[in-house]
């Protein structure tokens, strides 16, 4: 017998469930909103300019990265053992963000360097602004204090406001510098405009060296596997664009806009439940925080579920209608990423609910080392052959390295297994609608009007699946999920 009972449960989901909501809307407001402009972009730009763009911007986002260390998830991890402590967490913030900006001080003059002597363009010196975005990215901080509101509010005008430039400046080849500013100083604007709040928040403290000097080593220690992290997520742009062509960067680039949809709904999802973990691992609520690792594994593989095979039925239609015949080669690339959400999905949770809360940062450090090695390795050998379809190869070998690394280091502590295989139901109603809309494709050859039909079979074919199968096992999708909303549809309903 479950020692919490399923009402408390829910009603301390309730917050989570907010905050959920607006970290995802966070998240895909920065997938979904450029997916807008793609397909315009992808037939005014062709896939060498896309491809130009992205070798560029990977450039710049791997100083940034090198500059953020490992900032993002301690500070958010710091932040949040303080909770209402507003003293301790301003004094932290400081100490943590000094770090930060002396950090990309350096990472901003290297960068000059390395354009001026080795790529003097000017995409290259656009993309300055890029580490300028991330020297002042502070969400870090808003994410500890779970307030998840602040960040979608600046994004949703500002992305916004690119797209309308996007469409209104960008009309040809030439302009794809002009494409270039507008995305970067729109990614500026946003991390600038966080700082408006902070006062709200925080005081202003001095500098304390020592406490500042006990910072190093934990960033440092997560530093490393974002660093492992970024060679599959940034180095293979970079090292296909230089072992193949930006035409194949150009393809890559496309495909992974794809794969990082699903993504967005595990970021969200991780983002919301780190700082929740690490309060209640600091207070000792071990058990419910065990619970809420198996309500989440059975809610991301409901969703992954549905992506993935959904993405996978309609991959091939999708990259023609969607990009053009010249983006054709990206249905495969799709279809092989795509598979990797899964991998990442449950790594996400291991990490950001288990690993990183409990500090076991060893075992995340050496899981996203070993899927660096084996990623860097595939690419080297398979990129010169296969191009795109060689990098998306290793980051399927990658994904699954770090994610078999971690399951099998945690199985003693957590049933990691135990909460997949609960969920086999969703594979199987997921794996039955690939199946039709496969069939969809086959019967009426691909087009707009199939696609369109595909999405719908697919969307109304898996939420029936999923009802009748969570109504019959009343599952966890179907006592925090589905049982809510059909009581707060009712209590609405009655007021009326």
Known sequence: MRLISISVLANK????????VYSLAYQLLIIILPLITTPYISRVLGADGIGQFSYTQSVATYFSLMAMLGIS????????????????????????????LLTHLVAIAVYILYTFYYNNTILSWLQLI?????????????????????????NTII????????????????????YTLILILGSLLSQMYLWFF????????????????DQVKPILTLFIPVLAYSIYKIMDKIMLGTMSSYTQVGLYENAYKINNIPIGFITAIGN??????TALVSNGQNLLAKHYIEISFAIINMLSCAMVFGIGGISNNFAVVYY????????????????????????????????????????YVISTISGAIINLIINLILIPQFHALGAAIGTFMAEFTVMLIQLCCIKSELTILQYIVKSWRYFVSGFFMMIIL???EYYLKMGIKTLIIQIITGTILYLILTFYTSYRKKDEIWNFIICPLSNKFRNKKDEL
């Open 13 to 20: 989901m309730i917050s989570l469930k907010k905050n959920f």
């Open 73 to 100: 998830q301690h500070g958010n991890r710091s932040i949040s053992e303080y909770g209402a402590n507003v003293k301790k967490r301003s004094s932290l913030f400081w100490n943590i963000y000094s770090i930060q």
């Open 130 to 154: 890029t580490i300028l975005s991330s020297l002042c990215d502070i969400s870090w901080f808003y994410f500890g204090i779970e307030h998840f509101d602040i960040t979608v509010g600046r």
């Open 159 to 178: 992305k916004i406001i690119t797209v309308i430039l996007t469409f209104t400046f960008v009309k040809n080849p030439s302009d794809l510098w002009k």
């Open 198 to 213: 902070l006062p709200k928040y925080i005081f202003k403290e001095k500098i304390d060296i020592a406490l500042l000097m």
């Open 272 to 277: 919301v439940m780190l700082p929740r973990m």
């Open 324 to 363: 053009g015949n010249e983006f054709a080669a990206c249905g495969s690339l799709i279809t092989c990423l795509n598979w990797t959400v899964f991998f990442i999905a449950w790594a996400n949770i291991m990490r950001t609910q288990y690993l990183i809360p409990n500090k076991k940062d060893n075992i």
């Open 438 to 440: 496969k069939f969809i």
